[in-house]
C-alpha cells in the first residue's frame, strides 16, 4: 500500500469510527426485574432511513418449538422456515401484515415468506397448538433483542436522534408502543407492564 492510499484508508476508518454509534437499551417489568426477548429499534427523528436490503431470517422448528421464539426484521424482509423435526408442520399466520400458510412439510419450504408490511405477526402450527413465535417487521434496519440481562445494544447507529421503541409480546397493553428520543451512544431504559409468563 502506498502512503496515499494508507491516507486514503486511515480517513476512511477514522470517518466510521466518528459517526457510527451505539445505543444501549435496558428493559425491566414493572417489578423491576429484567426482561429478556425485548425488541427494540430506532427511528432517526428525522425520518432519514439508510437505502438498505433487508436482511433475511430464520426461524427454524425444533423440538415442537419456533426457534427463536421472537424475532424482529425489517420491512421487505424474507424468512425461512427450516423444519429440524423428523415430524410434518404446518406453519401458518392470521395477522394482518402477513397471512399465510406452508402446508404440511418437512426440511426447508422452497421459497421463503417475504414479510412487506411493518407490524406483528403472531405465528403457530396447524398441527401443534402450544407451538407459537412472534415476528415484529419494523420501518428500520436498527433494531435488537434484550438478552437474558434485559440489554439490547442497537449498533451502528449514524449521529442522529432517534426515537428508541420497545415492545414485548407478554405487554399487558398489545398495542402499546413506549418510546424515547435519545441521541447517537445515548441509552435508553424502559419499565414494561407485562403480564405474567404462562
Ligand atoms: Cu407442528
Request: one cysteine or more; a neutral charge.
Amino acid at each position: 500500500m502506498n502512503m496515499f492510499k494508507f491516507l486514503l484508508a486511515l480517513l476512511a476508518s477514522g470517518a466510521t469510527l466518528a459517526h457510527a454509534a451505539n445505543v444501549r437499551v435496558q428493559v425491566v417489568d414493572q417489578a423491576g426485574a429484567p426482561v429478556s426477548d425485548a425488541i427494540v429499534y430506532a427511528l432517526p427523528v428525522n425520518d432519514k432511513l439508510p437505502a438498505t436490503k433487508p436482511a433475511p431470517a430464520v426461524i427454524d422448528q425444533i423440538k415442537r418449538r419456533f426457534v427463536p421464539m421472537v424475532s424482529v426484521v425489517q420491512t421487505g424482509a424474507s424468512v425461512t422456515f427450516p423444519n429440524k423435526d423428523n415430524i410434518e408442520h404446518d406453519v401458518y399466520s392470521f395477522s394482518p401484515p402477513r397471512r399465510f400458510e406452508l402446508n404440511l412439510y418437512h426440511g426447508i419450504p422452497a421459497n421463503p415468506v417475504v414479510f412487506d408490511k411493518p407490524g406483528l405477526v403472531v405465528m403457530g402450527c396447524n398441527i401443534h397448538d402450544a407451538m407459537v413465535a412472534y415476528l415484529l417487521i419494523v420501518d428500520t434496519p436498527w433494531f435488537a433483542k434484550t438478552d437474558a440481562s434485559g440489554v439490547a445494544t442497537i449498533e451502528n447507529l449514524p449521529a442522529e436522534s432517534y426515537k428508541v421503541v420497545a415492545w414485548h409480546f407478554r405487554q399487558s397493553d398489545p398495542n402499546a408502543q413506549p418510546t424515547q428520543k435519545v441521541g447517537a451512544d445515548g441509552a435508553a431504559k424502559f419499565a414494561l407492564q407485562l403480564k405474567p409468563a404462562e
